[in-house]
């Protein structure tokens, strides 16, 4: 049969999905189209000004010795915690450092980096099931966004813009569970079984297995995050913001409880959504077809595809393998999912700090 024949089959059998697709390929199109002849004026700028403003601070400021003790004189309990932090920091690298030795050691006595749990990982969804999710999470996504773009004129000041993204951000999270969970059930029957999580595991074993995963990951991230900031200096290359960057800078004397709550979708939510997703229901199902090391290259490359940015591809990249093979070895998403809430917590916890220390209240040279 060819593959005209099996697509017009597929397309006969799956109507649904092909008309939403269709629909989602419209859409996109049309956005497209209309970026390029819409008479509307220049994009707002307002957030890349801004954190070129935070860069030309912390420039100037790094080029000061002094300034750092001059600050912690001016306020000693930032200078408390940011000595701590700083300890901290070089504390877990180091750990780092010994774990990746052990896990070295491991691999020249023919052992595997990680002990493998007694479950088997097995998934009864497959390719199929997850673009149906994928489809479905695009149409619902462009639906909402036509809805929010029609309520936006009606909406006080303070709910527009970044609440929208964050409003946005919660409702298609949600949705994307509930579509997982869904096709999961018809296929399996209860889906917190399938991703490993039920009342013999051990969660706070687990938990320790991603936290000394991070550790042992940490060194190998700063390493290559150096690299790429030192390279995109040399050919002066600005990375995009991240748009959480904007709402922290925009909202927080405005309306700071957006702030929080962007805290709690980047280090609590999200990390939980994208585990679900990523490795608990995209992993398997091309584990199934690729097997494992392609099933992992595969799972890390779409992972960081998705996040848009193309000078964070390499680290998301190697922290996307980590993750599924986490995934692969403990057969749970407790692992992956205090791995990927303690690196989140981290960066957004050392960006509050290098804010406060050098752009909140700056001394004048």
Not at 107 to 127: N, V
Not at 142 to 156: A, G, R, T, Y
Not at 219 to 224: A, D, H, N
Not at 350 to 364: M, Q
Request: contains cysteine; aromatic residues 14%.
């Amino acid at each position: 049969m060819s593959f005209i024949q099996k697509t017009v089959q597929l397309v006969k059998r799956e109507k649904l999905y092909a008309f939403l697709l269709l629909f989602i390929l419209s859409a996109w199109g049309f956005s497209l189209v209309w970026s390029r002849i819409s008479s509307n004026p220049a994009p707002d700028r307002s957030l890349e000004q801004s954190v070129q403003e935070l860069d030309k601070i912390i420039a100037r400021h790094t080029k000061d010795p002094s300034y750092l003790e001059s600050r912690f004189q001016k306020d000693p309990t930032l200078g408390l915690v940011a000595r701590a932090s700083s300890s901290a920091l070089t504390v877990a690298i180091l750990l780092g450092i010994c774990l990746n030795i052990m896990l070295i050691q491991r691999i020249r006595s023919g052992r595997p980096w990680l002990e493998a749990a007694q479950e088997t990982l097995r998934a009864r969804w497959g390719i199929r099931e997850v673009v149906k999710v994928m489809i479905l999470f695009s149409f619902f996504a462009i639906c909402l966004d036509l809805f929010l773009f029609m309520l936006e004129p009606w909406l006080p000041e303070n709910f527009k813009s970044n609440f929208l993204i964050l409003f946005h951000t919660t409702v298609t999270d949600v949705l994307a569970i509930g579509f997982i969970g869904y096709f999961i059930q018809k296929v399996r029957g209860n889906p917190f079984h399938a991703f490993g999580l039920h009342h013999k595991l051990n969660w706070f074993r687990e938990m320790g297995v991603g936290l000394a995963a991070y550790l042992a990951v940490l060194p190998s991230f700063l390493i290559i995050m150096i690299l790429l900031a030192v390279f995109s200096n040399l050919i002066h290359y600005e990375p995009p913001p991240h748009p959480l960057i904007g709402i922290f800078v925009e909202e927080e004397t405005r309306a700071p409880w957006l702030v929080f709550y962007s805290l709690f979708l980047a280090c609590v939510l999200g990390p939980i959504v994208e585990e679900i997703f990523f490795r608990g229901f995209l992993y398997p199902a091309l584990r199934k077809k690729l097997g494992v090391s392609l099933g992992i290259c595969a799972t890390a490359l779409f992972f960081a595809w998705i996040h848009e940015n193309l000078f964070a591809l390499l680290p998301i990249f190697l922290l996307g393998s980590v993750l599924a093979y986490l995934y692969e070895k403990r057969r749970n998403l407790i692992p992956c999912i205090t791995l990927h809430v303690v690196h989140n917590s981290v960066f957004i916890f050392y960006f509050f700090l290098i804010k406060a220390l050098l752009v909140d209240h700056p001394v004048t040279p």
